[in-house]
C-alpha cells in the first residue's frame, strides 16, 4: 500500500515538473512595434505618419511637397516591369491551358474514367466500329482490361 502511495505521489511531482503545467508564453509584439521608428514616420498609413519628422514637428508646405516628390512613384511599376510581368503572367495562362488540355485529353482516354466514351464526346453515341479501332489501337498500353 505504501508503495502505490509513493510511486502516485513520485507521478504527481513528475507532472507537476513538466512544461505542461509552465505558463502560457507572453503574447507576440505588435508588429507595429517591431519596426524601427524611421519606418514608422515614412509609413503614410501609420497614426504616427509625419512626412519623416518627429511627432511634435510641424510639417511646412515645402517639406510635404518634397516628401510627396520623393514617393511619387514608390508604387508604380516601370514599363519594363509591367511588360515583363505581362509576359509572365500570359506565359502562366499558357501553360495552365496546356496543363487543362493534357488532363482533359487523359481523362477522355482513361477507361477507369466515369465518363469514358473511347475518346469521344460525352454525348456521342459509340458504335462497335469505333469501339473496336480504339480497343485495336491502345492494345499495348500495358492497362488492365479486366480480361486474363
Excluded at 512613384?73 to 519594363?80: G, I, P, V, W
Excluded at 509591367?82 to 481523362?107: I, S
Amino acid at each position: 500500500m505504501k508503495t502505490s502511495l509513493l510511486s502516485l505521489a513520485a507521478a504527481f511531482a513528475l507532472l507537476a515538473s513538466t512544461n505542461s503545467f509552465a505558463a502560457a508564453p507572453a503574447p507576440g509584439s505588435d508588429w507595429k512595434n517591431d519596426r524601427r521608428d524611421d519606418d514608422r514616420r515614412n509609413d503614410r498609413n501609420d497614426r504616427d505618419f509625419n512626412y519623416g519628422y518627429d511627432r511634435n514637428h510641424r510639417v511646412t508646405a515645402a517639406e510635404r511637397a518634397r516628401w510627396e516628390a520623393a514617393h511619387r512613384n514608390d508604387n508604380k511599376l516601370t514599363s519594363a516591369e509591367r511588360a515583363r510581368l505581362e509576359r509572365e503572367r500570359l506565359e502562366d495562362q499558357r501553360r495552365l491551358e496546356a496543363q487543362r488540355r493534357l488532363d482533359e485529353e487523359r481523362r477522355r482516354n482513361d477507361r477507369n474514367d466515369r465518363d469514358f466514351n473511347y475518346g469521344y464526346d460525352r454525348n456521342h453515341r459509340v458504335t462497335a466500329a469505333e469501339r473496336a479501332r480504339w480497343e485495336a489501337q491502345h492494345r499495348n498500353d500495358n492497362r488492365y482490361d479486366g480480361r486474363h
